[in-house]
């Protein structure tokens, strides 16, 4: 995905693939120099006496005091993140759903308004309107993404943040990233941005106006659905010192007094969401997650490349296919965000996307269960491929309205591409397809051939006069 560098360029500014494997890595400090990042499998640190600890808890010297607050092999994952994505601090916490949690949360307060796309992860969605309503902050959802208007419309005097998804789940309908931060900064607003399916090598909202970025780790970075883990990337490009966020600007009482953007200045947001949000909430990754995720990253460029391949393949294939209706994924010219899929994927397009059979529910079970190689479970990023029904389990809280405008209808069904064989994936779809058929025309021949009643009139009914227009027009 990397561009093209001049000798000079490539000295001073690897690329992705280097990156991956050795950014943010620093000398050991206790002699044994592992090329691996050590597991710093501990609670706490111990101090070499009554000053260091003092001065370790009140900030005035660097370094680790417990595991909840900080951990070298956190924090080596966090910082090869950080600069993958192009941010200038990274965050690891437990799970994606507590990455978007502790960002919000680090953001908005009771009486806040925050405003997100219709279209974004069920969790995310439920979240907002549950938790996050429970805590009075109150979100609208904008159904058409696109549109600046929609955008301006729901804004409100006490809105504090927009939110998007880089590849929306599960319809692949992409949002113009420049677009909506652009309606967010003229309303001195952050935009946060999940990119979970995109990933840093496929696209950096940062580069395009977002502010905060939140990934869940346990997809695509690591890669090989062990572990649990998320993260919160925060860009340099906003001005924390708005009265908008009192809380980042008013003195602290864990600072001795000071702001955090007196004392951290643009990183204000970042150290904030660290010290009050995340390490008092406690949603603490475990440092063997830590390792495992970084060690999927290593080879996070080659999963990806292959998996967006091969997702564009089957999304072709399965177009084509007379049990499918359509297909939802950018990289396809018949999709209608394929124009923004050029200019903001140009390297690939992901590898999650749906597809909806003709046949509707009968369909979609016939073909759920005859898949063999596609596994049939709630996750994604993986490098085995994955299927679910989102209309039955990931979306099933939504009202069948909630689903039918969202375009998440009873024969949908959400592909994640893993890096298997294509010829493979292709023959497992094509037994799925087969059980369609033999699942779906015998019912639809069964119907068409069922005898009609014949039609038994009475003999009042045939002596009966003519209604009147009136009382046509009531029958109608």
């Known amino acids: 995905m990397t561009e093209p560098r001049t000798p000079d360029a490539r000295r001073s500014a690897p690329g992705f693939a280097t990156r991956q494997v050795h950014a943010g890595r620093t000398a050991a400090a206790d002699g044994v120099n592992a090329r691996a990042t050590p597991i710093h499998l501990t ?38 993140i950080a600069d993958l994505e192009g941010g200038t601090d990274a965050i690891l916490v437990g799970s994606g759903q507590a990455a978007v949690s502790v960002a919000v949360l680090a953001l908005l307060q009771a009486g806040d308004h925050l405003v997100s796309a219709e279209s974004i992860y069920e969790g995310s969605r439920g979240l907002f309107l549950e938790n996050f309503g429970r805590l009075g902050i109150e979100t609208s959802f904008v159904r058409e993404a696109n549109d600046p208007l929609a955008w301006e419309l729901a804004i409100r005097p006490e809105t504090r943040a927009l939110f998007v998804e880089s590849i929306p789940n599960p319809r692949n309908d992409l949002v113009d990233l420049a677009l909506v931060a652009g309606v967010a900064h ?109 060690q999927g990253i290593e080879t996070l460029s080659l999963r990806v490349d292959r998996q967006s391949a091969t997702a564009a393949r089957l999304a072709g294939w399965l177009e084509q296919q007379p049990e499918v209706e359509g297909v939802d994924y950018s990289g396809l010219a018949s999709s209608p965000f394929h124009a923004l899929a050029e200019r903001y994927l140009p390297d690939g ?29 709630t996750h994604l990023g993986d490098v085995r491929s994955l299927v679910i029904h989102p209309a039955s389990t990931t979306h099933a809280a939504r009202t069948q309205e909630q689903r039918d405008a969202a375009g998440i209808g009873p024969g949908l069904i959400r592909l994640s591409v893993g890096v298997e064989d294509p010829d493979d994936l292709i023959a497992d779809l094509e037994r799925g397809l087969a059980a369609v058929r033999r699942a779906v025309r015998p019912a639809a021949a069964a119907v068409a051939a069922e005898p009609t009643a014949p039609t038994v009139l009475s003999a009042s009914a045939v002596s009966a006069p003519a209604p009147s227009a009136p009382d046509l027009a009531e029958v109608g």
């Open 43 to 80: 609670a706490g640190f111990v101090f070499e006496d009554f000053g260091q600890a003092r001065d370790r808890f009140q900030g005035a010297e660097d370094g680790f005091t417990y595991t909840r607050i900080g951990n070298p092999t956190n924090s080596a994952l966090e910082r090869r």
């Open 186 to 294: 003229r309303h001195g607003i952050p935009l946060i941005v999940d990119n979970t399916f995109a990933t840093p090598y496929l696209l950096r909202p940062l580069e395009h106006g977002a502010d905060v970025v939140v990934h869940s780790a346990s997809k695509f970075l690591a890669g090989h659905g062990a572990v649990l883990g998320g993260v919160i990337v925060s860009g340099d490009g906003f001005d924390w010192a708005t009265p908008a966020f009192p809380h980042l600007v008013e003195p602290a009482r864990s600072l001795g007094g000071a702001s955090f953007t007196e004392r951290f200045g643009g990183g204000a947001f970042a150290a904030y969401a660290r010290d009050v949000v995340a390490s008092r909430f406690g949603p603490t990754p475990s440092p063997l997650n830590a390792f495992l995720i970084q």
């Open 349 to 377: 397009q992901g590898s999650v996307f749906s597809f909806t059979l003709r046949g509707g529910l009968p369909a979609a079970v016939a073909f759920f269960d005859a898949v063999e190689l596609f596994t049939r479970m």
